[in-house]
């Protein structure tokens, strides 16, 4: 490894070992008062499946009868890498010197690398979710 992303940061490292809690923190940052519809903006919200089991939950948007999940309308949407593999890469997304240290830190290919940092990148100019992401991460 690569200077000083040879490990990753122990704090945030003990917060995303495990996709459960990425998707608490997730939630926990997207929604602080309860889910909302990302479509209407609607708060009558329920759960649409039995999702105990799952870290990731479907719901059912009451307004408008349609369905979403924790990861509709965010970047993360529509990737098939682990929410955990994301939030490894938001914390390292400043400390690695070059897309290929960041793949083989997170394990991934260079091209995977490669989008991932775009979609961060872009989604960090815009103040919102991924700024917030970053917060909680760091513990703030």
């Excluded at 708060?43 to 307004?63: G, K």
Aim: charged residues 25%; glycine residues 6%.
């Amino acid at each position: 490894m690569i200077g000083n992303v040879d490990r990753f940061n122990k704090a945030v490292e003990e917060r995303v070992r495990s996709e459960p809690r990425c998707f608490e923190i997730l939630r926990r940052v997207r929604w602080p008062d309860g889910v909302v519809c990302p479509r209407w903006g609607a708060t009558r919200v329920t759960t649409h499946t039995n999702f105990d089991e799952q870290s990731r939950r479907r719901y059912l948007c009451l307004a408008c009868r349609r369905t979403f999940t924790d990861l509709t309308g965010t970047i993360f949407a529509q990737s098939n890498l682990p929410l955990e593999t994301w939030f490894r890469c938001l914390d390292l997304l400043w400390r690695c010197p070059t897309t290929g240290a960041l793949a083989q830190t997170l394990g991934v290919k260079w091209e995977t690398a490669a989008r991932m940092q775009r979609r961060l990148v872009a989604a960090w100019t815009r103040p919102g979710l991924i700024r917030n992401l970053q917060r909680a991460l760091d513990g703030r």
